[in-house]
Each structure stands twice: as structure tokens, then as C-alpha cells.
């Protein structure tokens, strides 16, 4: 049975894609749309999982949410192609950054989006909040200036699983060239990857790339 995977727009979803294009997995597409006033994922989706979020994978009957364990699930079901690299140290980072980018990273990014919809006071919570934000910047700076990819000489899922809070921030949180240019070149190096460039047609609107 092929793939089915529940892609919102402009989500984390398109991480997702772009795995199982890095993976040459076969997949189908049911699209969903944002509510552009809310801009929450529309009720349609609480069909398929009961938190009504994206991404959202149905494979042989069964139906796999949150983003890590999918993951780890198209990881698994490629026979561990992209996953933990034989290096010791290398697989623990892999694990570590597997789980940091939903864990810790997203959390401060999706804080700073939300003060940002809270009128009048939400600009000066935003900045009050930003140092928090610049620890965890400077963090991932630092690892990247040590070697090429999050768990070492290698491309790994755990790549995958950085690229959409890396997105996110430089696009709204402070993430850019003067500061943090390891950063910078690795968003260029994935950008640049033919499978990251196909999901991005086979997905549709994605302002984070
Ligand atoms: N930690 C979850 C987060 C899922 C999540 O919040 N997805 C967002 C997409 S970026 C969503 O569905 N938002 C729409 C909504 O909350 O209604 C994961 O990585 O799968």
C-alpha cells in the first residue's frame, strides 16, 4: 500500500515529504488548507487523528502522528537508510536532534510567533523573549561549526527534522548570515538537495524555503 500523507500548507508536514523523497518512498497527497484567519488546520484533519494537526501518515491500516515518530517510521521502513550512523557518537547526536527540534527548539520559535498576534504588548513580550530564543541560535551555530550536518560527516533524518525550525527561525526570529553563518550554509546545502526541491513541487505553497 502506498503512503498517504495528511500535508497541511506551509507546515512542518513538508519535512515529511521531502523524507520520503530523500527516501525514493512512494507516497499520495491529501492536501489541507490553512484558515487564513486563524490560521489553524481545518476541522477535516481531526478526522484522520483526534488533535487535528499535521503531519499525519497512513501506512497498512495504521496511522502515525508526530512528525519524530514518523520519522523514525519511514526511517524503519527504509531498512534504516538516512537514520542512527554507525559511529557511536554520531548516532547519540542523531538521537539528540531527532528529538531537540520538536522538543526544544520549536517551543520558544511557535512562543515568539503567538506573542506576535497579541495585540499591543505582544512586540515588547516578543523582545523580552528573543535572548531565549538567541541561546538556543547560538547553540546550533556552535554544533554546525563543527561539522557539516547535525550528526556528523553524514546527511541524516535528523537533518530533516531541523529543517523546519531552522526555517522558521530565520525567517522570524534572528537567524541570519551575520551571526550565524554555519547555519546559513547548511539551510543553502539542504536547499539545494534535489529531493528537498521535489517535495517542495509535490507539496505546494511552503514559505519557510
Ligand atoms: N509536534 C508536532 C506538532 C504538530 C503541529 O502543531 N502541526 C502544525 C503544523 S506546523 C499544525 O497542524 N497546525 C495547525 C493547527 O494547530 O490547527 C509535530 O511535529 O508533528
Do not use: C
Not at 7 to 34: D, I
Not at 144 to 169: N, Y
Amino acid at each position: 500500500m502506498t503512503i498517504l500523507v495528511h500535508h497541511l500548507e506551509n507546515s512542518r508536514s513538508q519535512r515529511v515529504l521531502w523524507l520520503l523523497e530523500e527516501l525514493a518512498l512512494p507516497y499520495e497527497l491529501k492536501r489541507y488548507q490553512r484558515d487564513p484567519a486563524t490560521m489553524l488546520a481545518p476541522p477535516a484533519l481531526r478526522q484522520v487523528h483526534p488533535l487535528g494537526k499535521s503531519p499525519v501518515v497512513e501506512d497498512d491500516g495504521r496511522v502515525v502522528a508526530e512528525t519524530g515518530a514518523i520519522v523514525e517510521y519511514l526511517v524503519e521502513k527504509a531498512g534504516g537508510r538516512l537514520g542512527a550512523p554507525a559511529d557511536r557518537d554520531d548516532a547519540l547526536r542523531y538521537r539528540y536532534f531527532l528529538h531537540y527540534a520538536e522538543g526544544s527548539l520549536m517551543p520558544p520559535l511557535f512562543t515568539k510567533l503567538v506573542l506576535g498576534r497579541v495585540p499591543l504588548l505582544g512586540g515588547v513580550a516578543q523582545r523580552r523573549f528573543q535572548p531565549m530564543i538567541d541561546v538556543h541560535l547560538n547553540y546550533v551555530e556552535s554544533e554546525l561549526s563543527k561539522r557539516p550536518w547535525f550528526a556528523g560527516d553524514q546527511f541524516t533524518a535528523a537533518d530533516v527534522m531541523m529543517s523546519f525550525p531552522m526555517e522558521a527561525a530565520r525567517q522570524r526570529a534572528g537567524l541570519g548570515a551575520e551571526h550565524h553563518p554555519n547555519s546559513i550554509a547548511w539551510l543553502q546545502r539542504i536547499h539545494a538537495r534535489p529531493a528537498y526541491q521535489a517535495a517542495l513541487q509535490r507539496g505546494g505553497p511552503y514559505a519557510y524555503s
